[in-house]
């Protein structure tokens, strides 16, 4: 096939157009159907990440859309589990990889699009072309995509932190006209994708929220803490029906994640809705799981504690108690955002804990130049609310 014209572009040079000597751009037809099976075997019968880039460097020029986004998926399922996506992102064939889909992503079905998505942001590459290419494809395909497209795709951009509200707007139009097809874990990632992106989209909201209502016995844990904590950020107002509702259903649950837990706090804190039988239940069930705290768990659930100033119950004061020994055999892991929040929340709770204390200061000498203002600040404050001087820190913050 050939089209009168004067230049290649670079997709044309990938897509093994030639330019012939009379102005005239040769297009090759698309691969067989034959080889591009033979493509999509080779392609899956790669057992790790390594050997589909191999293949991708030996056969890339015989790859069409389908095969190109199979390898974008497969990179990353193999990277993600072998947890070497950034040894992946840095190989010399990556590149390659990313060439191709920039190339064919104007032919991606709405299958080899959400694949792509998902594994591009799963592997947190954040190309900038090739996401504004696969966002335009997006739009393009909208009629097509399912309710497990929509949500994946609302998934890899909000786990990018890219933002494009009209890509999102048209999501939330499309799922609106598919919500009696989706799954609770769709649900579960659109207002997840919404919220790490700050898009109200009021209508699908209201929308969601009443299927949640609906289906609520059908999420998991993690599921429920991700909604609840959705419409937080947010700011939707859920009302009283989804708020009891909720409440029942996690006291009825028994095995909770760390990062469940802090969710449910620090939406009951940034609501601030005060319920102590809840937030002691979440303090019961965190110090199950105090062992396998990470910093940002502990802080957030000590700090939802402090900010609607619980007082006087037994399981938090527990909690408090039992997070003293992880503070101060863990502190140096701790990030400053965590030093201060815990920090400041042992503070208002006036609770008393100079070795606490110590560990947190030394920790954060240790990072002094990691640290923003505001949370030196709240550091600073916290120690002197607590009678606590801490030498090494003060000269640091100086």
């Not at 096939?1 to 009379?22: K, Q, R, S, W």
């Not at 019968?45 to 050997?51: G, I, P």
Request: charged share 25%; glycine share 6%.
């Amino acid at each position: 096939m050939g089209v009168e014209n004067d230049f290649l572009t670079g997709d044309d040079i990938v897509n093994g157009c030639v330019l012939a000597p009379d102005g005239y751009i040769y297009r090759p037809p698309p691969p067989s159907k034959n080889l591009t099976i033979e493509m999509q075997v080779t392609v899956t019968d790669c057992r790790d990440w390594r050997e589909v880039l191999a293949v991708v460097d030996d056969m890339g020029d015989l790859f069409d859309f389908r095969n190109t986004s199979t390898a974008v998926h497969r990179v990353a399922k193999f990277s993600f589990a072998q947890t070497e996506c950034k040894l992946a992102l840095s190989d010399p064939r990556f590149p390659r990889l990313l060439q191709l889909l920039r190339a064919k992503c104007r032919d991606l079905s709405a299958w080899g699009l959400s694949d792509a998505c998902w594994g591009l942001a799963k592997m947190q590459c954040r190309d900038e072309e090739v996401f504004r290419r696969l966002s335009l494809r997006t739009r393009q395909l909208m009629h097509e995509l399912d309710p497990q497209g929509l949500a994946i795709i609302a998934w890899a951009f909000g786990t990018i932190g890219r933002q494009d509200d009209e890509l999102l707007a048209a999501i939330a139009e499309e799922s609106r006209k598919k919500l009696d097809s989706f799954g609770v874990q769709n649900i579960s990632n659109l207002l997840w994708a919404n919220a790490t992106l700050g898009v109200r989209a009021d209508a699908l909201h209201a929308d969601l929220l009443q299927e949640s209502l609906r289906r609520l016995d059908e999420f998991t844990t993690q599921e429920l803490a991700i909604i609840n904590w959705a419409f937080t950020k947010l700011a939707y107002p859920v009302g009283d029906e989804w708020k009891t509702a909720f409440r029942t259903r996690v006291l009825r649950l028994k095995e909770y994640a760390p990062s469940e837990l802090s969710m449910i706090a620090w939406a009951l804190a940034t609501r601030g809705d005060y319920d102590p039988e809840l937030m002691a239940y979440v303090a019961r069930r965190s110090m199950e799981l105090m062992r396998s705290f990470t910093g940002q768990n502990l802080a957030t659930i000590i700090w939802a504690i402090a900010t609607v100033s619980y007082k006087d119950d037994h399981s938090i004061d527990e909690f408090l108690r039992m997070s003293l020994g992880a503070i101060i055999g863990r502190a140096n892991e701790f990030q400053p955002l965590n030093i201060a929040l815990i920090s400041w929340g042992l503070s208002k709770l006036s609770f008393k804990a100079d070795e606490a204390f110590k560990a947190l200061c030394d920790s954060a000498v240790a990072q002094i130049d990691s640290f923003v203002p505001q949370n030196l600040v709240q550091v600073l404050w916290a120690c002197g609310t607590c009678g606590y001087r801490h030498e090494q820190f003060l000269r640091g913050m100086a």
